[in-house]
């Protein structure tokens, strides 16, 4: 197949993986940045051009879209997805992963468990918030957030409100969020793909710190995930609408509780950490997803090739009214 990878640089690992991933399996991959699309939009016919060329024959885009291109990012997926494009990943299923407070509040819908979390816009309201988060420790945290930048811990009510204070004044979306403390900085990583869990690790923040993103100097061990804790990434990706996701949880006494759900994970430390090809998984979802789509269109090509027969031969025969009863002569004819 014709692959599309969508990122914005491809020495990546993630991106040069993926890359390397589908050329071992005999396709054909090309990387753009999303930046170099030109949409069309115009009745019944969207198109798009990659810098001044229309784009060629893709039959499937795997989109890496970093947070600070989210807009662009997300309107060249949908741009894709109208003109019947298969995406591994859709835009509206990335969009919901991205801002937390959206995720969170959908996952509570379907009964998975997260840490409590508040979101407020009055001063007046903290002390409120916080009793609701279970006093200090509290996370604050940026409802667009990653890799660890923009969650904070704030030890004393003080804290909570002067940090909230600063953050609006900021014009940021913030939320307040329970601290879980039996999970000591760790975390666990789950990488869902297709409704499966195919790697996962725990993650441990270094001495000092509370947050365990490899990029603030967390580590990272190979882990057999429990069943109860693969029950809960898969049951979340499903909720968000993504076929590959990287979920991230906390172990707490009551049992898994989401954090959050990465719609671009990163491939180096889950394949570092636990030697599973996780590339050519995805890869090979992809093939799974346009086989599934192919053998859909056959199908509906048979349904319809029958609608079409039976709709002549309806013409053909004369269906004789008999007291007013449509007599149908075509069946058993
Ligand atoms: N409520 C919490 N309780 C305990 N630790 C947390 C909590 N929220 C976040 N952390 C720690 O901070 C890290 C980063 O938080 P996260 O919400 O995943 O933000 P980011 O999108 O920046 O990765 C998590 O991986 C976890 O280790
Ligand atoms: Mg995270």
Known sequence: MNLLVLSRNPQLYSTSRLVLAARSRGHTVTVADPLQFRIVIAKGLPAMFLNDAPIGRTDMVIPRIGASITNYGLAVVRQFDMMGVPVLNNAVAIARSRDKLRAMQLLTKRKIDVPTTVCARTPESVELSLKLVGG??????????????????????????????????????????????????????????????????RRQARAGEFRSNLHRGGSSLRIDLDKRY????????????????????????????????????????????????????????????LARRAKRRKKDDVVEGERRSTRMRESLIPVPVAGGKRVNLVRGA
């Not at 909570?160 to 990583?189: C, F, H, K, N, P």
């Open 136 to 201: 200090t420790p509290a996370i604050v945290k940026l409802q667009q957030g990653t890799q660890g930048i923009g969650t904070m811990i704030a030890e004393t009510p003080q804290a909570v409100t002067s940090l909230l204070e600063a953050l609006w004044a900021m014009g940021q979306d913030i939320v307040l969020q329970e601290y879980i403390s039996e999970a000591r900085g760790a975390d666990l990583r789950a990488i869902v793909v297709g409704g499966r869990v195919v790697a996962a690790m």
């Open 230 to 289: 693969a029950q809960a990434a898969v049951a979340a990706a499903k909720v968000m609408g993504l076929e590959v996701a990287g979920v991230d949880m906390l172990e707490s006494k009551t049992g898994p509780k989401i954090l959050e759900i990465n719609s671009s994970p990163g491939l180096e430390g889950i394949e570092r950490a636990t030697s599973v090809d996780v590339a050519g998984a995805i890869i090979a979802h992809a093939e799974r997803l």
